[in-house]
């Protein structure tokens, strides 16, 4: 008789590059952020845009802190949220650490 198990397959989470990340460029960026910090209305592609460019910001500002020696592990966290979102008095997205994580 033959041993028939089956082998469990573990579902793999495809990284993404963050570095391939399409981004708005510098001066709309800062018109888009100005737009919503005085509470302008902005247009559902605008809102897409400007989440998506502030959600890169973040990542990017994570990976920088977590691989630089000078700073200590698990900081970073904190410092790239204060910086991109919390200063700027934007709410940041739920579990945006988690989204980030399956970003190279």
Request: charged residues 45%.
């Amino acid at each position: 008789m033959k041993n028939t198990r089956k082998k469990k397959r573990t579902k793999r989470i495809k990284k993404k590059s963050i570095k391939n990340a399409r981004m708005v460029s510098k001066k709309n960026y800062s018109k888009l952020i100005n737009k919503r910090k005085t509470r302008r209305r902005l247009t559902k592609k605008d809102k897409k845009n400007l989440d998506r460019a502030l959600f890169v910001n973040y990542c990017k500002c994570i990976k920088k802190i977590k691989y630089d020696k000078n700073y200590e592990k698990g900081i970073e966290y904190p410092i790239c949220m204060s910086s991109i979102y919390t200063k700027r008095g934007f709410k940041p997205p739920k579990n945006i650490t988690k989204k980030c994580k399956q970003y190279i």
